[in-house]
């Protein structure tokens, strides 16, 4: 299936339109595949972005009393092994 596109028009600064035209013309491509290549770095940029704050919420929460009693056991264990273990 060939891929389909889809023309939009858009207000941008004067200052920016020059700024794609000339970028384009260095890249050999046409304005309108720099914008399409632009926009899907953005946008992938963007969502990486959404991703790392969603890793981070996750990530930024208190210990649970799951995870306490959790800690609590292996704590418990490394004591016991250090009481073992004596260095010689």
Request: hydrophobic content about 35%; aromatic content about 6%; glycine content about 2%.
């Amino acid at each position: 299936m060939k891929n389909q596109k889809t023309k939009i028009a858009i207000s941008i600064d004067h200052s920016l339109s020059q700024e794609t035209d000339l970028i384009a013309h260095e890249l050999d491509i046409p304005r309108s595949q720099w914008v399409a290549l632009a926009l899907k770095d953005y946008n992938r940029r963007y969502q990486n972005k959404k991703m790392l704050a969603q890793i981070n919420a996750a990530y930024s929460d208190e210990l649970d009393s799951e995870d306490v009693a959790i800690l609590d056991i292996i704590r418990s264990h490394q004591t016991k092994l250090g009481e073992e273990d004596e260095w010689k």
